[in-house]
């Protein structure tokens, strides 16, 4: 399927690295000329010897508003055009519950809700101009299943759900569609971190290790972790002029992870 990305610009938050890396290469190779930001300069560098020329990269925080505008700006200078943002950036944890002060609940909210409220502020315009813009959010599975350590991700995550359905609604008149991804357990980042780190304690290998923590959480027979590539495939289509009627929704990306009936 031609999903019509040739001489698109997509920009991608948190694209340093694992899902935000896989899914810029997947746009790459479908065509799009893609900008990644992040707070990691190293990890930037390294990704764009990765990607190869064309790809852009900006060392930005997307919580802080202004840092944001200056990079679309930038975007805007570079290519004249913004037609697709995925916002993947987002922090991991936030420990126990009853140990998180404000300043961490505002940590996570502000990368991962502000966050993608500022990209798609500042892209405004440009998405409609582009008389197809694309928005895809990247949210997560603790927005419904309750992990211990990390309520500060799941609330997150469950709040860029109902931004989502906003944002959609702000932008529909314009032709331009916003929808959200929840990955379920995948390979990549910060979870490969972990599956590491597990395997290193365990004195186990890696695909012990992702068994144990699927085991952990309840999965039964048959759940298996997913891959980067995987996530990348779907926001590809999302991002796509073929997913033209599909905007407002919340894609699970799980592999059937969740037993559930509805969307989280």
């Known amino acids: 399927m031609d999903l019509e990305l040739t001489g698109r610009v997509a920009l991608v938050t948190g694209g340093s690295r694992g899902l935000g890396l896989a899914t810029a290469r997947r746009l790459r190779d479908e065509g799009a000329t893609v900008h990644l930001c992040g707070r990691d300069a190293g990890a930037g560098r390294a990704a764009l010897d990765e990607l190869g020329a064309g790809t852009g990269w900006s060392t930005c925080d997307v919580a802080d508003d202004a840092a944001v505008a200056a990079m679309v700006s930038d975007v805007l200078g570079r290519h004249g055009r913004l037609d697709v943002v995925v916002n993947n950036a987002g922090r991991f944890g936030g420990g126990p519950l009853a140990g998180i002060d404000d300043a961490g609940w505002r940590d996570g909210f502000d990368t991962k809700v502000l966050g993608a409220t500022h990209t798609v502020r500042h892209a405004r315009d ?139």
């Open 126 to 264: 440009a998405l409609i101009a582009s008389g197809r813009g694309r928005v895809v959010n990247v949210s997560g599975v603790t927005a419904a299943l309750a992990v211990p350590n990390v309520a500060v991700t799941g609330v997150a995550n469950a709040a860029l759900i109902a931004l989502t359905a906003y944002q959609a609604q702000d932008l529909r008149a314009h032709g331009a569609t916003v929808n959200c991804v929840v990955p379920g357990y995948t390979t990549s980042g910060v979870w490969q971190d972990r599956i590491d780190a597990r395997a290193a304690a365990d004195g186990t290998d890696g695909p012990t290790a992702r068994a144990a923590i699927l085991a952990e959480r309840g999965f039964g027979a048959g759940a298996r972790w997913g891959t980067p590539d995987e996530l990348a495939a779907v926001v590809a289509f999302l991002a796509s002029g073929p997913a033209s009627y599909v905007s407002g929704a919340t894609l699970r990306v799980d592999g059937a992870q969740l037993p559930a009936v509805s969307h989280p």
